[in-house]
């Protein structure tokens, strides 16, 4: 059987969205191969770094991206998550951001939440579905 890219989603905390701009370069060849969703600001991050990259955004975090998201894995149509997460910083949408991680949790999505571990999922095949 053919392998197919992952359904991705990409998600990055302000301070940390040209650190996924530049995960995602680093990753471009894999990730051609991937559908690949994103919220609004840290897709047009991506987007600018790597402008051959194919995705679909949704709203910013903060105006329901991070729910849009949440339905999508909630739908079973995300295999993995890579969300940055600033930990030093405090977010408005906290309780959007908890319910994100949540529902990643409760369907055993697999995540990354830093680019060290977005690596190794990179590195154990999270980017390939047969």
Request: proline share 5%; net charge negative; charged share 20%.
């Amino acid at each position: 059987m053919a392998e197919h890219g992952a359904r991705i989603a990409l998600v990055a905390h302000d301070r940390l969205k040209p650190d996924m701009a530049l995960w995602v370069a680093r990753h471009r060849d894999a990730l051609t191969r991937c559908e690949i969703v994103s919220t609004a600001t840290t897709g047009a991050m991506v987007l600018r770094e790597c402008p051959d990259i194919s995705l679909t955004r949704v709203l910013s975090g903060p105006l329901g991206g991070d729910q849009q998201i949440g339905a999508l894995i909630a739908e079973g149509r995300i295999d993995a998550l890579f969300f940055f997460v600033d930990p030093m910083t405090p977010m408005p949408h906290d309780v959007d951001v908890k319910a994100l991680l949540r529902v990643a949790l409760v369907h055993d999505v697999a995540c990354a939440f830093s680019a060290r571990s977005a690596d190794l999922l990179v590195a154990g095949g999270a980017l390939l579905r047969a």
